[in-house]
């Protein structure tokens, strides 16, 4: 019993340090983006702007953005507050002629 129970817990453990953390670059590249992203993790949008949620939109990999101590919210998650709050976000406007 004593070996399943540590062979399970290895396991776990393993899984749980498996997490992609999302680069946080371009975030840090727009001022007051991580921090409003933070606040917007806890139902406060007021601080999040356009500039920031189309460095979030452009992040295409899957990965986790680490907020408010320890706890990692899906990118896709934000990616759907800034579609709520500021609309649909565009990266690039397309050229004609």
Known sequence: MFFLLALIFTALSEAAAKVDYCSTTAIDKVDGCYDSL???AE????????????VV?????????DVLHGRNLDINFFKSICVNVIGPITLCNPSFG
């Open 38 to 40: 933070k606040l917007a």
């Open 43 to 54: 139902d406060d949008y007021r601080w999040l702007r356009k500039d920031c949620c189309k």
């Open 57 to 65: 939109y452009a992040i295409s990999y899957p990965c986790f953005l």
